[in-house]
């Protein structure tokens, strides 16, 4: 058993249960939950091991965190031959009034020094809340570690009276792209109906609402109005795929 080694503090303790937690996601064939349980795990019984005086304990406990390691190991192994073969799948299900998805917590994890382009494809981009999410979607793009040089927005038109508030908003939003280096590629279509996210790492977000999945904030004053990880969601599925061969949309 995860305990069967370690004492009884606090420290011990946490890093049993997150190890068991590992354990049982894997079990579960929850491989990515199941890998950040053990990485988290393995720090927190390395700690351990620091504070353990006792011979025999240090030996055991090391050959219990190498055991870990092994699996950490295969499970990662495992994640990457999916990711090659274009079968890795995640899903994340946020709730009715959850916090804490803000796209930086969302896609911070999929962005990296390689990502240069990037696909969007999101029919609801036209009144000014939903420019505004587009705004700072790519505000969280331009930001390191990527190096973004071309975004492409595939979106319907606005027909109504939004049709010059819609295309002026993203003028100007291509504006100041341009000025930070990057470009912006905008697409309408009439037909256009599936929401999806594509970077050229390989990664593919698909969000049942898109990019406009928060709520609107109690008032211009209150907690979430700025930070988006406090500001309430409605209920919505992501689902997150991987395909070496990203293809544009």
């Given at each position: ?46 700690q351990v091991l620091k504070g353990t ?161 928060f709520k609107k904030p109690q008032s211009?004053?209150s907690l979430g109005y700025c930070d ?22």
């Amino acid at each position: 058993m995860a305990g069967s080694l370690l004492g009884q503090d606090s420290g011990s303790s946490a890093a049993v249960t997150v190890i068991k937690r590992a354990l049982e996601l894997e079990s579960e064939s929850r491989y990515p939950q199941a890998l950040v349980c053990y990485q988290e795990g393995i720090d927190m019984l390395l700690q351990v091991l620091k504070g353990t005086k006792d011979v025999t304990k240090k030996c055991n406990l090391r050959k219990r965190i190498s055991d870990y390691m092994d699996r950490a190991e295969n499970i990662k192994k495992y994640l990457d031959q999916e990711k090659e073969a274009g079968k890795y799948h995640k899903q994340i299900k946020i709730e009715e009034n959850a916090t804490g998805f803000s796209y930086e917590s969302l896609f911070q994890e999929y962005l990296n020094e390689t990502v240069t382009e990037v696909w969007i494809e999101d029919p609801y981009i036209r009144h000014t809340h939903q420019l505004y999410n587009f705004l700072r979607f790519c505000e969280m793009l331009v930001k390191r570690p990527c190096k973004i040089k071309t975004i492409h927005l595939l979106t319907s038109l606005d027909e109504g009276s939004g049709k010059e508030q819609q295309s002026s908003g993203l003028e100007e939003i291509r504006e100041s792209l341009r000025n930070h280096g990057v470009q912006l590629e905008l697409e309408y279509s009439s037909v256009i109906h599936d929401r999806e996210i594509r970077f050229n790492n390989g990664w593919m977000i698909k969000i049942g609402r898109g990019l406009d999945y928060f709520k609107k904030p109690q008032s211009r004053f209150s907690l979430g109005y700025c930070d988006f990880d406090l500001r309430p969601c409605h209920e919505t599925t992501v689902d997150i795929f991987h395909n070496k061969h990203t293809q544009k949309i």
